[in-house]
C-alpha cells in the first residue's frame, strides 16, 4: 500500500488536506505571534476562523478514534465508548469557556457559548430526525441506547434543569421584593452548579465502574457490533494495514496515543483560535452592548459545536441514526448539566434571562425525546418542532432578552 493511501486509512483524512492544513496553521500562528505581534486585521481573523475550526473539528474525530481504541483496551463497552467520544467531541466548547473565564474575566459570553452550543445541538437534533425519517418515509425507531440506557440521566436532567429555572425566578422575586435594579444579584450557587455537574459524572461513574452493568452491554450490542465491522475487518485484511490496528478492531497503543495527543492539543488550539478570532472581532470592552456579547457567545457556540454538527448529519444521511442522534443529545446533556455546573463551581454565573429561558427549553427538548421514548418513534413533525423550539428561543433572545441589564 502507497504512504499517502495509508495515510488515509489511519488519519481519515487525505495526505493533502493534512498537508494544507498544517501549512496553514503554521502560517496563520507564524503571521499572529511572529509578523503582526497580535495585532489582528480582518483577513488575519476570517485566517483565524478557519483555521480554529478546523482544529475543532478534525482532531476531535482523532481524540474520539483514540478513546474508542484505548476503552477497548480496558474492556469498556461499545456504549461507554461512545459517551466518552461524545465529550471530547463536547471539549471545543468547554475550552472555549474557560479561555473566557480566566483570560478575559468575560463569565456571561463563557456561560451563553456553552448554552447555545447546547442550543445548535438541539438542532441538529432535529435536522438528524428529520433527515432519517424522510429516507424511511416514515416514522423512525428510537435507538436502543436512548431508550434503556440515556432515559434515566434525560429524566433527571428534565427535573433538575426544571428545579434551576425555578430557583432562578424565585430570586429575581426576592429582587423585586427588596428593591433591587439590577438583576445580576440572581447567581448560580456553588451547591446547584456542583449538583448540576455532579449528577453527570456520577453517572459516567456508574456505567464505567458497575462491570455488571458494563459487561451486559458488550454481550448484547457484540452480535450488531460484529455485523457493522466486519466489511470494515475484511477491507482491513484485504489492504494489509496490520501495522496500524491490532486485534479486534482496536488501534495499536502508539497509534492510540498519537491520536489522543494530537486531539486534545488540537481541541485546545482550536478553541484558543477561535475565542482569540472572536475577540478581536468584537473585543470585550466596558462599552459592550448585551447585543454584541451574544452574537459572540453564538459564534463561539456554534464555532465549538461543528464536530458535533458534522458527525450527526454525516450519520444521518448515512443511516446510522444512532450515531447521529446519539451525539446531538450527548452534546445537549453534557453542555447543560457537565460544562455548564463546573463553570458555576469555577465562577460567578448571573442568571441572566437568557440563561434561564435556554435551560427551559432544553428541559423542553429532553421531554419532547422522552415523550419518543415512550412512544418507541420519532417523526418528522418532532423533528420540526424541536428545530422550531429552539429558533424561538433564540429570536427572543435577540428581540428581548438582549435589552435586559447585565
Known sequence: MSFIKKFKTTFHITFWEALIALIAI????????????GEYHLWLIIMGFVVGIWLAFRPSEW???GLNSGAKYVGLSEYVAGILSSLASNLPEAVIAIILIVKYNDTLTAVVTVLSAAGFNTIILGIAIIIATIKKKGSIAVPEDLKKKEAPIIRWAIVVLAMTVIFGFSQYFHILEIGTESLATAVLTIPIAAMLAGSYVFYLIYIIVVKD??????????????QTLSPVKEEVENEEIALDHGTNGKLSIPITLLFLILGFVGIFFGGHTLTESVQQLIPITEGRTNSEIIISALILGASGAVPEHGIAIISAAKDEIEVGIGNAMGGILQ??????????VITVVALHPFILLQLSAIAAVLWFVKRCIQDGKFDTFEGIMIILL?????????????????
Open 390 to 406: 429552539q429558533v424561538i428561543v433564540f429570536i427572543i433572545l435577540f428581540e428581548d432578552i438582549a435589552l435586559f441589564p447585565i
Open 63 to 65: 481524540a474520539v478514534i
Open 335 to 344: 453542555s447543560s448539566l457537565l460544562i455548564f455546573g463546573i463553570l458555576g
Open 213 to 226: 452493568n458494563n459487561k451486559k452491554m458488550s454481550i448484547e450490542d457484540k452480535e450488531d457490533i460484529e
Open 26 to 37: 503554521a502560517t496563520f500562528f507564524i503571521l499572529e505571534y511572529v509578523v503582526f505581534h
